[in-house]
């Protein structure tokens, strides 16, 4: 954001009111939580080819088209060995071995101040977890390890690496006040899952558009990595995938 003026501030501040955050995290995977839809939507780039978001926040439609039990708590994305990218700069709180009921995965948890994100004011640190990954490509990442924006992270598995389940990342976006207020607890599958008594989900489609006015008809622009760029007075997310020139 690099202080941004008062009407862009107006804006944002507006966008995120319209993006119905979430309650607390508490105790279960998501149970009281109030995940509400924004009505965002992504708009890709016409001239490149993206790997797709699949299923978006608050959403009860699953990837394979059934009805999920409680609404979605962040996006699916992308087709069977996609590579994704940091979404910004950060560091690793955690790369585990997770399971959801699913099997066992790979998961993988960064913290984003957001200082980092070019953000002036509100939250104090966003929370990017990845779901559905293979553990052995994220088993290498250490805690407090930095990564930078457009840094890969890992490819599009499966839901416990299960071969009848469709390929997707689960993206959950959090915005913190306390990132001291993490906990580690154990879940009914017995894999490690954590909670923060500050922490409220926000659709990762709302950090996708900080940089850019939003549409009239609710689109996000999706902004694209490009490794050349400088992005410096870049304000939020960038896109989770590479994209490619549609002539290629």
Known sequence: MNRPDVIAFAVAAALMVAAGNALSQTDGPLKGLDIKKTGLVPRYPADLV???????????????????DEPHSGVDAGRLGDD???PGPGVVIAAWKANWGWGDEGALLIQHRREDLGLATGPKFYFSEFDHLRYDEVRAFQEGVRIER??????????????????????????????????????????????????????????LSLNAPGNDDGSVDIPVFEGELSYGAFRGFTYIFPCRDKRS
């Open 50 to 68: 993206c790997p797709p978001l699949t299923s978006f926040y608050a959403s009860w439609d699953d990837v394979d088209g059934t009805k999920r």
């Open 150 to 207: 457009g840094a890969p992270l890992g490819t599009v598995f499966r839901p416990g690496g299960k071969s009848r389940y469709l390929p997707e990342v689960h993206w959950e976006v959090w915005q913190v006040e306390d990132e001291d207020a993490t906990r580690w607890s154990l879940n009914e599958f017995g894999a490690r899952h954590w909670t923060n008594k500050t922490a409220h989900l926000v659709d990762p489609l709302y950090m």
């Open 84 to 86: 994704i990218l940091a």
